[in-house]
């Protein structure tokens, strides 16, 4: 065999496993909102969900009350690729809308797996540290 043929065949092996790879390949560009020992809040939900939308009304209104005192973070599922992300792996979320509070130390306080009214919401933000 010759080095033309050698290369060849080495293209066609290698270029299809690289092409995978480079397709597949999922960074993790989910980030927490900054805490800085402040309580957080994060939020996973789904643009197709309507509970989900109940639960983003409800937020609109209850959060901005609070201001900077709580840290935010709202992490989107619509994708199968989403669900690669690894905040979803970690707090182990298999359905949403699912709302995780932490306490400022980092320990959970709350978890909440499906839409909520807004006193109890505002009930469960007091109850935060």
Partial sequence: ?????????LAILILPILAFWGLTFHKDTSTIAEAK??????????????????????FKEV?????DSIAYTEIIVDSRND???NMIK???VKLVPTII???SDGTQYKRIE???PKEQLE???????
């Fill in 83 to 85: 669900m690669k992300n």
């Fill in 1 to 9: 065999m010759n080095k033309k043929s050698i290369i060849s065949i």
């Fill in 114 to 116: 499906s839409s909520l």
């Fill in 37 to 58: 020992g402040k309580p957080q809040i994060i939020k996973f939900s789904s643009t197709m969900c309507l509970e989900c939308q109940e639960v983003e009304k409800v």
């Fill in 101 to 103: 509070m932490l306490n």
């Fill in 90 to 92: 970690k707090y182990n």
């Fill in 63 to 67: 959060l901005p009350k609070y201001g």
């Fill in 123 to 129: 009930n469960y933000i007091e109850g935060l540290r």
